[in-house]
């Protein structure tokens, strides 16, 4: 079977994209270690973790413009080595509001990448769903390995050790994509980037029904997975009594199941359509967080976090979603744009989930999860069965 140059790319942009990932993962198994060195409490650590993925939502519009200014190679080689210095400097955090300040660094750094990686594959698949969600496995990749070790070292060696690891992962495949990928012409290099920021030609893109609806979707759902991402390993130490070690296992299996359901679903988007992949997606998501909450058997429990993995691996036919509205000179800044908009509304999901477990309990907590998962499925199957066409 012969090589081509666009595997290659793919390949390494999913690897890039499994360093940012890996950063941003490495903190959650270690949660309760950096809770008690600070002395704070899950709040206050939701917030600097939303705080962070606020960021990472930010950078999404801004990483788009510049990709599509100085090219997709320059701004993806930004993105890893600024997340593998951020990470450096989040172990070396000598107080919580420096712990803060480097949770927010890291989020803005890891946040170039997406926007550009995705933008750079449009150039070279059709099949942008199965490319889409190839590339996007790196996450769940990355969430699969780095709960596992980071909660061994964390436990060892105490949660500096673990945050840091992410400067071992992102030097090499730095190296690998400045080596092995190619330059890109900019989209747009002449246009001055002021000009893309205008309020207008933002107004009207986010304003499109078809637009409109998909970013509800994105928000919620992605308020539902931040919230995961965040909590999950915690809510199963202390709502099912797991010890750490057995809550990072939890959370691989968790990430074993995005793994493959990124890769499922994005064929299966392109094959079957968009709405029926995200729909399935979220109603799976919907029954395993319920599942995790009621659940009191160890089957049970495995069985629960198997579809909420599957209920979060939507992004794979969400983003080819956004892009199917896009025309290709959009794609750039507009599919930035769109992300930007949904992982900052969606980055609440943190502080969200750490919030109503200190006011109520991770029981209650993850059922309001489970509650908007439902949500959005009812609105995606309302949409379909109603013919609204959005």
């Known amino acids: 079977m012969r090589w081509h140059y666009r595997t290659t790319v793919l390949a390494l942009c999913l690897l890039a994209f499994f360093v940012t990932y890996f950063a941003r993962m490495a903190i959650s198994p270690v949660i309760p270690f950096i809770a008690d060195d600070f002395d704070v409490t899950n709040t206050q650590i939701g917030f600097a973790l939303s705080g962070m993925w606020l960021a990472y939502g930010l950078s999404q519009f801004p990483s788009g413009v510049l990709g599509d200014r100085f090219g997709e190679k320059r701004v993806i080689l930004v993105a890893v080595g600024g997340t593998a210095a951020a990470s450096l400097l989040l172990a070396f955090a000598p107080v919580f509001a420096a712990f803060v300040v480097f949770a927010i660094l890291l989020g803005l750094v890891a946040g170039l990448h997406y926007t550009v990686a995705v933008t750079l594959l449009s150039r070279t698949y059709d099949e942008l769903g199965r490319a889409v969600g190839i590339h996007s496995m790196g996450g769940p990749l990355a969430g699969l390995v780095a709960p596992v070790v980071a909660a061994w070292i964390g436990v060892r060696f105490g949660w500096r050790p673990a945050v840091a690891l992410a400067l071992l992962v992102g030097l090499p495949v730095f190296a690998l994509f400045a080596w092995r990928v190619r330059s890109t012409e900019p989209r747009r290099p002449e246009q001055p980037m002021r000009e893309r920021f205008e309020l207008d030609a933002v107004v009207e893109l986010v304003s499109r029904p078809s637009i409109a609806f998909t970013l509800v979707i994105a928000m919620l759902g992605t308020f539902i997975v931040q919230g995961l991402l965040t909590f999950l390993p915690t809510f199963l130490v202390d709502h099912h009594r797991y010890s750490a070690t057995q809550a990072g296992v939890a959370f691989s299996a968790f990430f074993v199941v995005r793994t493959v359901g990124q890769f499922v679903l994005g064929e299966f988007s392109d094959r079957y359509g968009r709405d029926l992949a995200i729909g399935a997606s979220m109603l799976g998501g919907a029954i395993g967080l319920f599942g995790l909450v009621a659940g009191a058997s160890t089957v049970v429990i495995g069985a629960s976090v198997i579809l909420a993995g599957f209920g979060s691996s939507f992004f794979a036919a969400l983003d080819p ?39 109520f309990g991770w029981g209650t907590s993850f059922l309001i999860l489970a509650v908007l998962f439902s949500i959005t499925f009812a609105a995606l199957a309302g949409n379909r069965l109603l013919e609204l066409g959005y």
């Open 321 to 359: 979603r956004f892009l199917d509205e896009l025309g290709h000179a959009e794609r750039g800044s507009g599919f930035g744009l769109v992300r930007t908009v949904y992982t900052v509304v969606g980055s609440a999901g943190s502080v969200g989930a750490g919030l109503f477990a200190d006011l």
